[in-house]
């Protein structure tokens, strides 16, 4: 499994479109939103990092139960650190990411102020206001954390405005 994070905004759906791969790509926040709707009533899937820290943990439990059973070639797009109006909380728990056969720890991630422009014209998503500086240094620290921890390299990929197809081709590299 290779597993792709990133801010919101720092266009990791947008780099994973651009892939040719016969990997499967399975967003995490599908999955879960499938689980917070059936269990929680969550309708929209920027309502769940609202969610009290408990609920966000029982459906994070279930997801990675899920993930655990994934075989082949798979890359995961998900979070390295989700922001929560109780604090960050990590995307990649220990005690799931020990579940996982990990190859490579993918960080997407954009200069600061190109984040916020990709947010603030994304009329699909209801972004948050947040400290996009200290969001991203912190999903700097989550990364070394889970490398360390898994053993896989971690891979920082800076998906630049108007040079897509460089972070599509980094990414591409690192595919086997
Ligand atoms: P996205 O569509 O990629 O922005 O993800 C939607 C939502 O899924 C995020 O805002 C989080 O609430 C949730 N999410 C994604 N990855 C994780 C994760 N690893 N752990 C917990 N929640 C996550
Ligand atoms: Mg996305």
């Known amino acids: 499994m290779i597993i792709v994070m990133g801010l919101p905004g720092a266009g990791k759906s947008t780099v994973l479109k651009g892939l040719k791969t016969d990997y499967r790509i399975l967003n995490y926040g599908d999955l879960m939103l ?7 009533g969550v ?61 490579a720890l993918v ?32 999903n700097r620290g989550y990364l070394a954390a889970y490398s360390a921890f898994t053993g896989a390299p971690a891979v920082v990929i800076f998906n630049r405005q108007g040079k897509l197809e460089e972070a599509v081709a980094k990414l591409q590299a690192i595919l086997i």
């Open 34 to 40: 499938e689980i917070e709707k059936e269990h929680f």
């Open 43 to 103: 309708k929209d899937r920027d309502d769940m990092r609202k969610l009290p820290i408990e609920k966000q943990k029982k459906a994070q439990k279930m997801v990675y139960e899920k993930l655990a059973k994934e075989h082949g070639k798979v890359i995961l797009d998900t979070h390295c650190s989700v922001s929560t109006p109780t604090g960050f909380f990590p995307g990649l728990p220990f005690d799931y990411l020990k579940l996982l056969k990990v190859d």
């Open 107 to 138: 960080l997407v991630t954009a200069d600061p102020k190109e984040v916020a422009e990709r947010r603030a014209t994304d009329p699909t998503r209801k972004r948050d206001d947040d400290d996009i500086f200290l969001h991203d240094s912190l």
